[in-house]
T-cell receptor
Framework: NAGVMQNPRHLVRRRGQEARLRCSPM?????VYWYRQLPEEGLKFMVY????????ESGMPKERFSAEFPKEGPSILRIQQVVRGDSAAYFC??????????FGQGTRLTVV | GENVEQHPSTLSVQEGDSAVIKCTYS??????FPWYKQELGKGPQLIID?????GEKKDQRIAVTLNKTAKHFSLHITETQPEDSAVYFC??????????FGTGTKLQVIP
């Protein structure tokens, strides 16, 4: 059973471009969470999704950020018109329900 | 919302000594408290957790204590080894994995 898979591991985008981050949860897990980690800081909750539903997006910036978890395929975190302040590590976690979550290795986004 | 404070931010111990990391939380409704270890360039890895109906839990060299009244919980690592060096995060969970993390403790174990 493979762990949580995130890709790409590293992503470089120029200001104004779009960034797409992918997360494939562990087999059998229907709950996905996205977190952002700035250098030397802790993880900040962004969004909680179940298949085809956004359950809690209280940590998502109001503009430019969106997330989805379609019926088929990975969860996608999309950042439009990226700015330098979006540079961070983005982690995805999955769980089968009300139990511990398992994290992926993260995607390190650099905006130049 | 929930607020989790974690201390110290950095901790250096000699190999074989114990390390203690402390956290406080603000929302009394939080009922699940995981601890994560994050090595450089990797994602957080769950190392131990405790639920609000338990006061203490131990797993080999790692133990966690929880004081619900005072709303604080601690991680204890005994007989530290160089491979314990990492950043450790405490967290508080209100019930559906909307986890609020502490700011992390960078632990260095000196051989």
């Amino acid at each position: 059973n493979a762990g949580v898979m995130q890709n790409p591991r590293h992503l470089v985008r120029r200001r104004g471009q779009e960034a797409r981050l992918r997360c494939s949860p562990m087999k059998g897990h229907s709950h996905v969470y996205w977190y952002r980690q700035l250098p030397e800081e802790g993880l900040k909750f962004m969004v909680y999704l179940q298949k085809e539903n956004i359950i809690d997006e209280s940590g998502m910036p109001k503009e430019r950020f969106s997330a989805e978890f379609p019926k088929e395929g990975p969860s996608i975190l999309r950042i439009q018109q990226v700015v330098r302040g979006d540079s961070a590590a983005y982690f995805c976690a999955s769980s089968p329900g009300a139990s511990e979550a398992f994290f992926g290795q993260g995607t390190r986004l650099t905006v130049v | 919302g929930e607020n989790v404070e974690q201390h110290p931010s950095t901790l250096s111990v000699q190999e074989g000594d114990s390390a203690v990391i402390k956290c406080t939380y603000s929302d009394s409704a939080s009922n699940y408290f995981p601890w994560y270890k994050q090595e450089l360039g990797k994602g957080p890895q769950l190392i131990i957790d405790i639920r609000s109906n338990v006061g203490e839990k131990k797993d080999q060299r790692i133990a966690v204590t929880l004081n619900k009244t005072a709303k604080h919980f601690s991680l204890h690592i005994t007989e530290t080894q160089p491979e314990d060096s990492a950043v450790y995060f405490c967290a508080a969970d209100l019930g559906y994995q909307k986890v609020t993390f502490g700011t992390g403790t960078k632990l260095q174990v000196i051989p």
